[in-house]
């Protein structure tokens, strides 16, 4: 009686399920009003995945009189909520309800399968039904780690099933009277869970201590694979897989490491931190964040064999972590939650913060880290330093500037005119052509007023292919109506093109 | 009392102004930046001078948002004072819709937002934006800087107050000499929740220490 399956409800939605891939997250978004129709009969649903809702029977049922009243119940609520198609069943067991609710989704009736009679109606369904199923029951597990499943699970069922009726064994009755044994020796770890799920079992045995969870993700790839945005989109399974297995366990990760390994034997590793506990979107963010780093720096030769994630530090996931040290206000917390809600709108690195880095060049003294790598309650609690104002040798004097612009990707061309009104050019010993008279931006012609420099900039003179020389001037130039204010800026001349590299705003 | 009476009937419950700058201060009436308010920077001074009067506030614990400024110099956002652990910058897209829905968003976590708007915003969604920031009580400063090349934005916004900065003096630079030293800024705030225009003038980065009396 220990190993009793779990009596459920398994509400299924056909078209939903097969668009919720190519949708990600406005498909459960759109599925959420649903979600909430069936939450005023049963208070703790389970979705799998957008289209798939799962609830244990046990309370519910009693509350509203058998199975029977509890079908219709829901049936008639989410008919309210939605006119998508779709099932309810309801039986001892995911595997047998999801596939009472296959057959609940033609019927247009729910299907309750007595208790105790799972195993014997099960005997008779074909094993195909693991297709419909994948939602309900789990992914594979050992073919893209376990958890919710996407496209690459249903594939990993045909290839389970196609091998099964190669085999013979059509009907789950045929799969239950082989012995486990056989079935792990020819399916590996899914083997297992095979044969309970035919023999109308629970995948997994009910917990009696509390698991050491299996806490190692390993992604391998048949083919390596070369593109970047491959291996960010496959740890996305991956990830999630992971975070809800620890959710479920009440856990969450603060400490990720990160392992990814090429054709060639180089490895990226890398160790992740997040004081509030990985969401599995802030662990494909990190894979993303340390695939770009390896592609820039370490340029490895080959593509991707494998991908593993492991969690080496855990915490009971209490929702939130607070900080270490130190209090955090809720100010800090509101602010960081809205961060997160701008970057999963407009991607995180559209969301900033500043990080010292130390360069003379004003738009590069200080660079701009992506908000989702860096614990934002940690910095406002000040444990993070790295952020200092020391003075760079050859940088502009305070006061600074208050918009820069980077002279490789941003900073607009100018003209800078001699009083003979030719460019202004400066020679090697950094004298100029002419004292500047009209700085032309865009359509717009300003009168010099005073300068200060030029200024040599000369950077990395012994690395020829970064080698930069330049030479900036501050200028004071006003407009040419009549009540035009001064306005101050820095241009800076590189490779005889003249640039707006900083304004004082 | 009133603040029980307030909250029993749904109205935002008033929260102290936020904190600016000493040398600021005399300029509101109010002792800083009234919660919920937005305030129109504007004058060739305009970023420097948002940056100041958001300065105190950063440090006392506010985060602050700065929306639309890609190229905001952080040197100077910190010589203003600013805590800059508590700075973030957002590149919203430039889509009317898209932008506003992104501030409205961080408008929810963010006590003080300085906001450069892209053209394409209507009075409407200014409005809208106006709302949020009222019921979430937080600050707007809006950046408009017309009379600076590449810059500008629309006039949009419902402003409570204007704050219009405007440099009066350049000191240290000359004709091929020194550089800039120091930068003198004539502050003028009026609109229609200041009952009298205040004008200080100042210089920027301005300290954020009591003066000495």
Known sequence: MLDAPTRVVVVQFPHWASFASALGRAARTAFEPIVQSVVEHAPLVEVAAPGVIVFATRGPSRYVGGDDRLAALVQSTVSGATHAAF?????????????????????????????????????????????????????????????????????SYRDVVSLLERLGLYRFGDVAALSEADLIARFGAFGRDLSRLSRG????????????????????FDTPVESRDAVVMASDDLAVGLVDHLATNGLAMVRLHVLIDSDHGERSERMWYRSEGFTAR????????????????????????SLRLSPEQMVVDAGRQAALWGGVRDGDRHAQRAVR???????????????????????????????DAIDLERRATGDVVDLATGEWRGALPSPAPSLVFDASSNAPEIN????????????????????????????????????????????????????????????LVRGAESNARSIAMVAVLERRVWRLAALYA | MTTELRARLGAPVVRAPLPVAPSLAPLFADGGLVRGRTVACT???????????????????????VVGVPNLGIAAAI??????????????????????????????????????????????????????????????????????????????????LDVHADTVAWSGIERGGSHITQRTVNVRVTGRRCAAPHEETVTLPCSMRQPAS
């Open chain 1, 87 to 155: 099932g309810i069943g309801i039986a001892d067991g995911r595997l047998a309800a999801g596939i009472a609710a296959r057959h609940a989704i033609q019927s247009g009736e729910p299907l309750v399968v007595p208790p105790e009679a799972s195993a014997r109606w099960l005997a008779t369904s074909s094993v195909r039904a693991l297709l419909e199923c994948v939602e309900v029951i789990g992914a594979v597990k050992g073919a893209a780690g376990a958890g919710v499943p996407g496209a690459d699970d249903i594939a």
């Open chain 1, 201 to 220: 079992l629970d995948r997994h045995p009910p917990l009696v201590v509390a698991p050491p969870p299996d806490r190692v993700c390993t992604l391998q």
């Open chain 1, 341 to 371: 809600r701008v970057a999963d709108m407009n991607g995180a690195e559209s969301v900033t913060v500043p990080a010292w880095r130390g360069d003379r060049d004003p738009a590069r003294s200080f660079e701009f880290v992506r908000s």
């Open chain 2, 43 to 65: 004058g060739d001074a305009a970023l420097s001078a948002a940056l100041a009067l958001s300065a105190a506030a950063t440090r006392a614990g506010s985060w602050l948002a």
């Open chain 1, 416 to 475: 800078v005119v001699d009083v003979a009104g030719g460019a202004v050019a400066v020679d090697a010993r950094h004298a100029m052509s002419g004292d500047p008279s009209v700085v032309c931006i865009g359509e717009r012609r300003y009168d010099v007023v005073a300068w200060a420099g030029p200024w040599p900039v000369e950077e990395r003179w012994w690395d020829p292919r970064r080698a930069r020389r330049a030479v900036r001037l501050q200028l």
């Open chain 2, 79 to 160: 010589e203003a004072g600013v805590a800059v652990e508590r700075i973030v910058l957002a590149q919203p897209p430039r889509a009317s819709r898209e932008w506003i829905t992104t501030v409205a968003a961080l408008v929810e976590g963010f006590d003080v937002l300085i906001v450069a708007p892209p053209a394409s915003l209507s009075q409407h969604d200014a409005r809208r934006l106006q709302t949020r920031i009222l019921a979430r009580q937080s600050v707007l400063i809006v950046v408009d800087m017309p009379a600076l090349p590449l810059l500008g934005s629309p006039d949009v916004f419902a402003s409570d």
């Open chain 1, 282 to 305: 802030a662990v494909v963010e990190s894979v993303r964040w340390q695939m770009d780093a390896w592609i820039t720096h370490d340029a490895p030769t080959s593509g991707v064999v």
